[in-house]
């Protein structure tokens, strides 16, 4: 089973290769996704990285509060969204 993971405080500049990389010293990764602004294409400084979930829970031990391109990562489970959608109504 995979578990997604919440990257924040990413720097503007990070691609999504490297955030790939630092996460592919943990285990492997099924796919590394940072949010970029609708308007501007710039980096929001967050993203999400899926992961098998002994993998996942290993990378938040290891890699929350480390450095990485000069900032502080903060690395957690993601939140679903699902309970907060609206649902469609017939």
């Known amino acids: 089973m995979s578990k997604k993971l ?21 285990g492997p990764v099924e796919s590394v996704t940072i949010i970029n602004d ?17 993998d996942a829970e290993e990378a938040v031990r290891q890699l929350n509060g480390t450095e990485f391109d000069g900032r502080a990562l903060t690395v957690t489970e993601a939140r679903g969204s699902q309970a907060s959608a609206p649902t469609a109504r017939a």
């Open 6 to 26: 919440y990257v924040g405080n990413l720097s503007f500049q990070t691609t999504e290769p490297e955030l790939d990389g630092l996460f592919a010293t943990i």
């Open 38 to 54: 609708r308007d501007t294409g710039r980096s929001k400084g967050f993203g999400f990285v899926v992961m098998e979930d002994a």
